[in-house]
């Protein structure tokens, strides 16, 4: 059974890089099986999609976001990361990082979420 | 790319139907039949209720329902019962890699 597990601060300070790990246990993130993704969610607000990872190469991101944001992998670890630079306290929220299979344009397995909170 | 519009809060009866509607453009939803549905109740994550506008993961109910017309997608909740009370986000792919959600709607089972 696939299984996803973010990771990292839970505060950081506005003007700094947001950095979350996700770890997955019962699949692997190599191969071109899957996309990995990255959502978060403001509190009490609505979903919205940080960006995807291919191949543990190709990425592609939120127009919104793009400038800000790094997706990437590591295969001996079988984890994936998201970085997010000089946050506001517009970007605290829960981060879940996700999967769906290519070809395919919806997640059907999600991490718990974890939240993180922009304030100095 | 904008979010896809929902209504803040729908609401029915046990026994009702309820029908959650998803606006979006002709980039998104009126090009794509890529529409998904999630329901997510308080302090989890997000759970795939509806796929490609109107399928249904093995284990979902046959009481809720997707459809599609031009830019809008709808989901349709029949016979409600109260653990269907929950939030409501749809989904969309908007080309070029790029996907987008809708604001979520509140579903209250009276």
């Known amino acids: 059974q696939l299984q996803l597990q973010e990771s990292g601060p839970g505060l950081v300070k506005p003007s700094e890089t947001l950095s979350l790990t996700c770890t997955v246990s019962g699949g692997s993130i190599s191969g071109d099986d899957y996309y990995w993704v990255w959502i978060r969610q403001p509190p009490g607000q609505g979903l919205e999609w940080i960006g995807s990872?291919?191949?543990?190469?190709?990425?592609y991101y939120n127009p919104s976001l793009e400038s800000r944001v790094t997706i990437s992998a590591d295969t001996s670890a079988n984890q994936f990361s998201l970085t997010l630079d000089s946050v506001t306290a517009a970007d605290t929220a829960i981060y879940y990082c996700?999967?769906?299979?290519?070809?395919?344009?919806?997640?059907?397995?999600w991490g718990q979420g974890t939240l993180v909170t922009v304030s100095s | 790319q904008s979010a896809l519009t929902q209504p803040r809060s729908v609401s029915g009866s046990p026994g009702q139907s309820v029908t959650i509607p998803c606006t979006g453009t002709s980039s998104d939803i009126g090009t794509y039949n890529y529409v998904s549905w999630y329901q997510q109740h308080p302090g989890e994550a997000p759970k795939l209720m509806v796929f490609d506008v109107t399928k249904r993961p093995s284990g979902v109910p046959g009481r809720f329902s997707g459809s599609k017309s031009g830019n809008t997608a709808s989901l349709t909740i029949s016979g409600l019962q109260a653990e269907d009370e929950a939030d409501y986000y749809c989904?969309?792919?908007?080309?070029?890699?790029?996907?987008?959600f809708g604001g979520g709607t509140k579903l209250t089972v009276l």
């Open positions: 996700a999967r769906h299979v290519n070809g395919k344009y919806y997640v059907n397995y």
């Open positions: 989904q969309s792919y908007a080309g070029n890699y790029m996907w987008v």
């Open positions: 990872l291919y191949h543990t190469r190709s990425t």
